[in-house]
């Protein structure tokens, strides 16, 4: 039986495969159901839709949104979005606006720190996918200013750092509304990953699940035990459902592969039983670790 990763990046955003790279290698792990959650745009889509049928895989139509809430960034991913929804278009068309003026000051701030034509390159890198603070990480790495991406990010492009940009992306509430205008569903991305203390992350549940969102990434590609269990308690106190998503960005992440997840806890309701995704095979079940 094939397995099912709810959240990946191609090139339309900061990953490093084309989406049909990306499904191709899915499909070589053993994904049967695939969505592709770029952010903040849903360029990739058609090209990894053609793939996915040449590999009898179901192709998810999905979208990673940034959202500002309480001064602090969080990733929306909705599902099954229709790809002609307005205001879903809208909206993203507007976040894209956020990116690049972002893009603009990031690079402006990077040149004072030495890095030469940091737009013009981290554009290059890009190609005509989103601008994201990978490529910028990219070309640190290259400038030799820092060895690992993990390094950018803490000295150079995390908040408070000297490359970093405050911006406001998508409010919650829209975020939610544009992806269930798209018939979509909304899921609450990584919570573990926002460096939240547990009260933060509790009042984020409740906002989440006050603003309509339907389901949290229970499962990530590098969630522990603990996590999982501290998710899935608080998904089912909230009401909500459970998916699961690599956030697979490139080969490069030896510690995340497609596809490889842990399995939903028995007591939480997967997403992909949701009416708006009976699309999705149901017969797919995440695979062991
Ligand atoms: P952006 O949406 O342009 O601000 O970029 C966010 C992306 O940067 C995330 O989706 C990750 O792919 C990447 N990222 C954020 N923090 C880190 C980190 N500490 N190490 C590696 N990649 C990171
Ligand atoms: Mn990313
Ligand atoms: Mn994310
Ligand atoms: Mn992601």
Redesign the pocket.
Known sequence: MGSIDLHSHSQAS?GALTPTELVRAAAEHGVRTLALTD?DTLAGIIEAETEATRHAMSLVAGVEI?VTWQRR?LHVVGLGVALDATALNAGLDTVQSI?RERAQRIAAKLEKLGVTKALERAQKQAGSGQI???HF?QLLLESGACKT??QC??RYL?AGKPAHVKVDWAALDDAISWIHQAHGVAVLAHPQAYGMSAAWRERMYSAFAAAGGDAVEVCCGNSTRQHIDSSAASTLAHGLMGSVGSDF?SHEQRWLALGRLAPLPNNITPVWQHPNLNAIETATTPSAL
Request: proline share 0%.
């Open positions: 900061d952010h940034s960034t990116r994201t603070r990978t990480a991406m993990q990010f803490k995390k960005h």
